[in-house]
């Protein structure tokens, strides 16, 4: 286990000319699943030790396949395409499935821990939510005041959605509110980040969103959810090995938090209010 006192490397993988863009496990755990500015994309097996490479899907026209998000009951892996594509893939065959199409360019997109609704958030401040059953969108809304949306996330008890924009405004929505209306009005908009809101994160017990800008040196942020404050704390201003921050999560039941930064550093936090990892 990794409690940043003990952290055993368990090995290493090397993937000649294919830098890794992002890299996600598996909703059982069992695969990290890699993209990269290549077609196809490749995940490694950790229950046999083997890689394989998955060639790139006929038809889709995509020159890469860098981000895309896993849901979280492994149904689905959902690859942000070009031109307002979300290519839909099985999460267990890896084969194509269905293509998903918005206006704009795709910023971001979050699943329900159920993996019933699927949000999309694009360039043009729409937020699309799409039906996953029948895989309709069965509304859209426009984030309020956003000009280019960047990123998403839904809490894990689907209570709160968080959009991040260009300019680094946070909104949280109820997402029950924003099914019944065109324009919802935002619960919070959270103005702490002052440049492009790059990542959103809830925590196991939708406590917590963190959010972060990878334009700046320290832009991270946690917010208590339930009074929708920052907290002042976080981070330590004397906290001199994070830098820029590019991905973040929390542990399954939230004791720690990490950052990877620029530096090539994964830094561990303890979340203390959680006795458990």
């Known amino acids: 286990m990794v409690d940043g006192k003990n952290n055993p490397k368990i090995q290493s993988i090397f993937l000649e000319n294919y830098p890794i863009y992002s890299a996600h496990f598996s909703a059982n755990g069992e695969e990290v699943i890699m993209g990269s500015k290549h ?9 046999v030790g083997k890689m394989i490479s998955v060639p790139p899907v006929k038809g889709l026209g995509e020159v890469n396949m860098k981000r895309f998000v896993v849901s979280p009951d492994g149904r689905f892996i959902a690859f942000l395409g070009s031109y307002g594509n979300i290519h839909l893939l099985s999460a267990k065959s890896k ?29 043009d401040g729409d937020v699309y939510i799409w039906d996953m059953k029948t ?3 069965i509304h859209r809304f426009i984030d309020d ?20 924009s260009y300019s680094g405004v946070v909104n949280i929505y109820e997402p029950s509110v924003c099914l019944k209306s065109r324009s919802p009005k935002p619960l919070k908009a959270l103005l702490n980040l002052t440049t492009p809101c790059t990542n959103l994160v809830f925590n196991s ?10 334009s700046t040196e320290r832009a991270v942020k946690l917010v208590h959810v339930p009074s929708q404050t920052v907290f002042s704390n ?18 399954r039941n939230s004791g720690y938090f990490t950052v990877g930064t620029n530096k090539g550093l994964a830094l561990l936090y303890r979340v203390k209010h959680y006795s458990n990892y």
């Open 39 to 47: 077609k196809g994309f490749h995940y490694y097996d950790m229950m």
């Open 95 to 123: 084969e194509w499935i269905f293509t998903q199409k918005m206006n704009g360019s795709v910023g971001g997109v979050c699943f329900s821990q159920d993996g019933s609704t699927m949000y999309s958030y694009g360039d």
């Open 145 to 164: 005041g956003c000009t280019k949306g960047m990123s998403i996330a839904v809490s894990h008890d689907h209570n709160f959605l968080a959009c991040g």
């Open 135 to 137: 895989r309709d969108c």
């Open 205 to 214: 017990t939708s406590e917590i969103l963190a959010m972060c800008s990878d």
């Open 234 to 251: 976080f981070p330590d201003r004397l906290d001199a090995k994070l830098r820029i921050p590019l991905c973040m999560d929390f542990s």
